[in-house]
């Protein structure tokens, strides 16, 4: 009866390991897999570098943002953190929306609210709220 056992464990085994097998091989034809390979582990934007220990946090971005467009030669994609990441999605929803001025640049909406007007009056106490 022990044997059978063995048997049992050892086929399920052999299961489990070919299908990490093809797990492994699934992966390695997906698009993240292949950009990994083919482009250094380096933020397209900020410039961070990244190892095994961290790499999760490098992403695949899309450039024309089309992710069923991923060409063997990877010319669609670019490796990005995942802050530059989202910072690349925020400005294309932006533009996509209409909202197309970047911060600073003086394109957007005037902003008429300003937080700290009284704080030197508040912190100095020598100064009324007055002198904005």
């Known amino acids: 009866m022990a044997g059978s056992k063995t048997q049992t464990g050892s086929a399920k085994l052999d299961h489990i390991v070919a299908e990490a097998r093809r797990n492994r091989e699934q992966r390695e034809q997906g698009y993240r ?12 934007r900020c410039s961070r570098e990244f190892t095994r220990a961290n790499l999760h946090e490098l992403t695949v ?4 943002h089309n ?17 530059c990441h989202d910072n690349e999605h925020a400005r294309y929803l932006d533009k996509v929306t209409g909202g197309e001025s970047k911060a600073g640049d003086g ?3 005037d902003v008429t609210h300003n937080p ?9 106490g020598k100064q009324g709220a007055d002198d904005d």
């Open 116 to 124: 700290f007007a009284h704080l030197k009056g508040l912190l100095g």
């Open 61 to 64: 971005h899309h450039r024309d």
């Open 33 to 44: 897999e292949q950009a990994l390979k083919l482009y250094p582990w380096i933020c397209g």
């Open 107 to 109: 394109s957007g909406p």
């Open 67 to 83: 992710h069923d467009n991923n060409p063997a030669d990877g010319s669609n994609w670019e490796l990005l953190c995942l802050y």
